[in-house]
């Protein structure tokens, strides 16, 4: 956790392709929560279905729409 914390904190990105790798390959909720907040893709569907709050709180402080029907609100 703390050196994906620093890798990001140093500019590493999450977003696209690299960041969905690394949340797949994620094993705690925070830190799926902190690869979400620095543009991980998620999908707030995926997130409340495995029950992951820090993932969902990320995702909504993002803007995440609540009322999406496909799976990338």
């Keep these: 956790m703390e050196a994906a914390r620093l890798l990001l904190e140093r500019g590493a990105t999450a ?3 690299s ?7 994620a094993k705690g ?3 799926r ?6 543009g991980a ?7 409340c279905r495995d029950g992951n709050v820090a ?3 990320a995702l909504l402080d993002g803007g995440a729409n609540v009322e999406a029907k496909d799976g990338g609100g």
Aim: cysteine-free.
């Design 15 to 17: 977003d696209g392709e």
């Design 19 to 25: 960041g969905a790798a690394a949340l797949r390959a």
């Design 29 to 31: 909720d925070e830190l």
């Design 33 to 38: 929560a902190l690869l979400i907040a620095h």
């Design 41 to 47: 893709p998620a999908s707030l569907r995926e997130e």
């Design 55 to 57: 993932a969902i709180a």
